[in-house]
């Protein structure tokens, strides 16, 4: 254990986002998403959902400033499940998390479901959650310390 840590960022966490440099991405998958098949490096994050996992991270993860769009959620697919009532609840949550450590966080850039799958084929890593949440989803894009 580390001081100043959340104990949700496993080691091997740590070690990626340490790692990353500027534009790098990093997504946070949901239950349902193919992080396997998908990436790069693998974390497995399985008995935690996205938001907890996503406010661990913005404690220690800056954003990339130069970019207008430095986060991105999957967009819903009409006409399926979770697509009836607009926008998933769980993207406020994501709102609240990121603007609390980014006060000039002007939203979400929002990615076809193929197209999503495309670029996080290309992320630096893939974390693997255990969230149930529909559309639950984020690629952050990693940004310097100034």
């Known amino acids: ?69 430095r986060a991105f959620l999957m967009e819903v697919v009409p006409g399926s499940k979770g697509s009836e009532s607009g926008d998933p609840v769980i993207w406020n949550t994501y709102q609240e998390i990121i603007t609390k450590h980014e006060s000039d966080f002007s939203g979400f850039g929002h990615i076809e479901r193929f197209a999503f799958y495309e670029r996080a084929k290309q992320a630096y890593a893939i974390v693997a959650t255990g969230e149930q949440a529909l559309y639950a989803n984020v690629i952050l894009k990693k940004g310097v310390i100034s």
């Open 1 to 69: 254990m580390l001081k100043g840590i959340s104990s949700i960022i496993s080691p091997e966490l740590l070690k990626i986002l340490m790692e990353m440099g500027h534009g790098d991405e990093l997504v946070i998958g949901d239950g349902n998403f193919p992080a396997a098949a998908y990436a790069k490096r693998l974390v497995r994050l399985d008995g935690h959902g996205v938001p907890d996992i996503l406010e661990a991270v913005m404690q220690l993860f800056p954003l990339d400033q130069f970019e207008s769009k």
